[in-house]
T-cell receptor, first 115, second 112 residues
Framework: AQSVTQLDSQVPVFEEAPVELRCNYS??????LFWYVQYPNQGLQLLLKYLSGSTLVKGINGFEAEFNKSQTSFHLRKPSVHISDTAEYFC?????????????FGKGTRLHILP | DTEVTQTPKHLVMGMTNKKSLKCEQH?????MYWYKQKAKKPPELMFV???????INESVPSRFSPECPNSSLLNLHLHALQPEDSALYLC???????????FGQGTRLTVV
């Protein structure tokens, strides 16, 4: 079964600085990869997804992520963060060869923007 | 319409009450989900319906009873809950189980 590791439970960063949130998954089999954002007291919103094709994926709110098959990573980046980016970020994976495979979520990384 | 609508937004119930959570989507998605989320934790999958049939039950206690009346609606019936069941309950839907899931805003449940 797939698993997802988000090594950083919390990442503090100054406003307008760049940020990278790390995500590694367990297997090199064909996967779908996702990043979700959760603002306080809300549901999860999809930031971006990798299904196939270009390894650099651009999402909403200026975020992007790069799929690295050899390192089984899918790190999320933003060149300049804003106070409104304060939220919990979840990386998720599913096995695209198995149509019954469910999405597995990482434990989440809390992005804390410092003024 | 790319929304998943959940009602109610907040619910307080006693341990002897019976209540239901409701979820609706009109995106034509054939997979629908219930997740439970405790504070500062990731969502935990409870149930998955695929083509209106229960396909995954993650060993959830029987005091939680899901129902999928049609392809657009998903209910979660609650009975004799415990205080530790207090959490944010999230509904989601997707084209298929592997794919991008769309989440509702959740129901904040408090069991007293």
């Amino acid at each position: 079964a797939q698993s997802v590791t988000q090594l950083d439970s919390q990442v503090p960063v100054f406003e307008e600085a760049p940020v990278e949130l790390r995500c590694n998954y367990s297997s090199s089999v064909s996967v779908y990869l996702f990043w979700y954002v959760q603002y306080p007291n809300q549901g999860l919103q999809l930031l971006l997804k990798y299904l196939s094709g270009s390894t650099l994926v651009k999402g909403i709110n200026g975020f992007e992520a790069e799929f690295n098959k050899s390192q089984t990573s899918f790190h999320l980046r933003k060149p300049s963060v804003h106070i409104s980016d304060t939220a919990e970020y979840f990386c998720a994976v599913s096995d695209r060869r198995n149509r019954d495979d469910k999405i597995i979520f990482g434990k989440g990384t809390r992005l804390h923007i410092l003024p | 319409d790319t929304e998943v609508t959940q009602t109610p937004k907040h619910l307080v119930m006693g341990m002897t009450n019976k209540k239901s959570l409701k979820c609706e989507q009109h995106m034509g998605h054939r997979a629908m989900y219930w997740y439970k989320q405790k504070a500062k934790k990731p969502p935990e999958l409870m149930f998955v319906y695929s083509y209106e049939k229960l396909s995954i039950n993650e060993s959830v206690p029987s005091r939680f009873s899901p129902e999928c009346p049609n392809s657009s609606l998903l209910n979660l019936h609650l009975h004799a809950l415990q205080p530790e069941d207090s959490a944010l309950y999230l509904c989601a839907s997707s084209q298929d189980i592997r794919g991008e899931a769309f989440f509702g805003q959740g129901t904040r449940l408090t069991v007293v």
